[in-house]
């Protein structure tokens, strides 16, 4: 009996130590507590804007979840399929999933790869995001056994008339270290599970060559020809209690089809899943395998939807009578801006918050005037294209009567966001064609038909940004405060603005829940651009030695008191004179 108790302590000691270190690791976070796995069933990380271009859906292996397998050291920043994907450019119409099931082989379970396959089956086929008319394509990603459980779920798929819908539309399947043909290390974990108590089927489907995987890999081959696969095997020892080795060979993890592309990636078996940064070259290699396979789906859907898109965005056109593209303005500003000036902004933690938190929800940048406010925000509307974020603009201009009216502006607005968003120009389209005169309306109109009505009900999956320069500019600009306010309190807009007024002036407008953040753009803030303008207009400068040159930028530097306008006029001047006399005057 004693010796009894004593291998069951020792299984139990083995299961801590040896299983949790080869084949889960449960992650630490950085003060020591446990990440949770993830919640169970299909879980969208990833709604996109506009129509999905593809479903790609993650699913885990032995003792993993939904969110730990791909996540890196517990770090919630780390799961790369939700905090990552959605902002990479070649992710951003793809809607993204991640399946969750119990294979926690700690506690004793009656279920198989088989049962896992069937939930994760008829999780895709009853998931409310996914129509079930849809013919978006699916691509699933399986790390180790979950690579097991999708190639199941295909051939239940296609053995099935109730889901052949689902079968059609899955057309590629990445597997990172799955064990086609077994693993002799699950074997091992058999007997140590023995000895201590509790069946898991699921472990035992995964002993090399078990009537599991040779059944799955008798019948996958039938239905896979017309199937893009990607096979990835790990190439670096996994250390655990009892020794080091290589939880998935190479012959195991590839499958030798004509149909299959097969990588190495320089990791152990579970980093092949999770990696420590977007540069990580690992993860650079499943992320562009990934992105080529969808964008060969994209390419399809561009051509066959085109024609139809072109004609709506031309009905777009005609509606919202928006003569000048945004861009144009956008395009002139930015190119106006010497390199590697108004970073200064972009290192501010409130800018950041603004970008990054959502409990900001407006950033109000106010200054005196020609301090290069326009400037700035053509350069804070290229930094958030940089980062693929959704931004729509508009440049106020007392020049232009027409780029002073709010009626202009808000039909800009929902010009931008129609085409960078299906929904909103199917949405802005319904409401045009019952009133085709819609554009020449009073703003009061637009803002409540194209607004209130449509635009601010729908939900966006990812913040809208959108960068307003010279507010102060605007025709009666205090009535579009308050519709601004609006804005970002009911919908997921953050909103940034520069203007000549504080937006003190602006807080009797009403009892707004929106968090406003304000920045005072001060002659310290746009010292260094001053600095870069100077630099790059030298040769404007009287022909005197170096440390006179140098002596005189100092000068106009400290009498700016961060005017760019007069900086300007006064390198004029000094263009026209020659003597030190002129030079002093």
């Excluded at 080795?245 to 092949?272: C, F, M, P, Q, W």
């Excluded at 700035?376 to 693929?388: A, E, Q, R, T, Y």
Aim: hydrophobic fraction near 40%; charged fraction near 25%; include cysteine.
């Amino acid at each position: 009996m004693n010796q009894l108790r004593s291998q069951k302590s020792t299984a139990s000691s083995l299961n801590r130590s040896f299983l949790s270190r080869a084949l889960t690791r449960r992650e630490e976070g950085s003060d020591g507590s446990k990440d949770p796995k993830g919640p169970l069933g299909l879980n969208i990380l990833y709604e996109p804007p506009s129509a999905a271009v593809t479903d790609l859906v993650f699913v885990h292996g032995l003792g993993g979840g939904s969110q730990s397998t791909w996540t890196r050291s517990g770090d919630a920043t780390l799961y790369w399929p939700q905090t990552w994907l959605p902002y990479d450019n070649g992710f951003r119409d793809v809607r993204i999933h991640s399946f969750g099931y119990n294979s926690n082989w700690e506690t004793e379970s009656t279920l198989n790869i088989h049962d896992f396959a069937k939930s994760l089956l008829g999780s895709i086929q009853d998931c409310p995001a996914i129509p079930r008319d849809s013919n978006v394509p699916i691509v699933l990603v399986g790390h180790s056994m979950g690579g097991l459980v999708i190639k199941r779920a295909y051939i239940l798929a296609r053995q099935k008339e109730e889901f052949l819908s689902v079968s059609h539309r899955i057309r590629t399947i990445v597997f990172l270290a799955t064990p086609h043909r077994g693993a002799d290390l699950a074997q091992l974990l058999t007997k140590i599970l023995n000895v201590s108590s509790g069946a898991r089927p699921f472990v035992t489907d995964l002993h090399r060559n078990s009537l599991a995987t040779q059944s799955i890999n008798d019948e996958f081959p039938q239905h896979c020809q017309d199937l893009q696969l990607y096979s990835f095997y790990e190439t670096l020892p996994t250390s655990y209690k009892v020794g080091k080795g290589l939880i998935v060979e190479k012959d195991s993890a590839t499958l030798g089809y004509v149909n299959e592309r097969t990588a190495y990636l320089n990791a152990n078996h579970r980093d092949v899943c999770k990696y420590a940064s977007s540069t990580d070259p690992n993860y650079q290699i499943v992320r562009n395998a990934l992105a080529s396979a969808i964008d060969a789906f994209r390419s399809s859907a561009v051509t066959s939807h085109r024609e139809l898109d072109n004609e709506h965005r031309k009905l777009l056109d005609s509606f919202l009578a928006v003569s000048d593209a945004p861009e144009d303005d956008f395009m002139d500003f930015n190119a106006a801006r010497i390199t590697g000036s108004c970073e200064w902004l972009l290192k501010k933690a409130s800018f950041q918050e603004w970008q990054d938190s959502p409990n900001i929800h407006m950033y109000w940048i106010s200054a005196k005037p020609a301090t290069g406010k326009t400037i700035l925000s053509g350069k804070i509307v290229h930094h958030l294209k940089d980062f693929n974020r959704d931004v729509a603009f508009y440049f106020f201009d007392y020049r232009s009567k027409e780029k002073t009216a709010i009626n202009s502006f808000l039909l800009s607005m929902t010009w931008q966001m129609a085409y960078m968003h299906t929904e909103v120009l199917e949405t802005v389209l319904g409401i045009c064609e019952k009133d085709g005169q819609l554009c020449k309306a009073d703003y009061r109109t637009i803002w409540r038909k194209l607004f209130m009505e449509g635009i601010l009900r729908m939900k966006f999956a990812r913040p809208q940004y959108w960068v307003i320069d010279a507010l102060d500019e605007c025709r009666s600009y205090p009535e579009l405060v308050p519709l601004l306010l609006k804005v970002v309190e009911v919908c997921n807009i953050r909103v940034l603005l520069t203007s000549r007024d504080r937006f003190e002036s602006h807080r009797q407008v009403g009892l707004s829940k929106a968090k406003v953040v304000t920045e005072e753009i001060s002659a310290d803030d746009t010292r260094s651009d001053i600095t870069l303008y100077l630099e790059a207009n030298m040769d404007r400068l009287p022909s005197i030695d170096e440390e006179a040159r140098q002596d005189m930028v100092a000068k106009i530097l400290t009498k700016s008191a961060g005017c760019f306008l007069w900086v300007s006029l006064i390198l004029q001047e000094l263009s026209r004179v020659h003597t030190f006399a002129e030079i002093r005057q």
